[in-house]
């Protein structure tokens, strides 16, 4: 069986690949592929604490996991629209260039 360091240490791996994609990238979609890959590292996270934890039989990891899954998936879909409109109106996907909120 997998000792619990090495799940935390993979957790900590996404999560830093993502906070690097977000702070040094650019591009929207870039980001929020970031931002996904520490929304992962967290779910990780619960996972493992759940499997090693006190009461590994009980549901409350997986229920935890599933509803974080749920909240990207609605932020997943909410960010790549708003990316989309930004991207009708502007015609790019760079973020310094949106600077303002004018029309």
Known sequence: MTPLSQYLF???LLFAIGFAGVVTRRNAVI????IEFMLNAANLNFIAFWRYGVSGAAPTGIMAVMFSIAI?????AVGLALIIAVYRHRKTTQ???LDTLKG
Do not use: I
């Open 95 to 97: 973020l310094e260039k």
């Open 31 to 34: 980001v929020l592929v970031g």
């Open 10 to 12: 993979l957790s900590t």
């Open 72 to 76: 990207a998936a609605a932020e997943a």
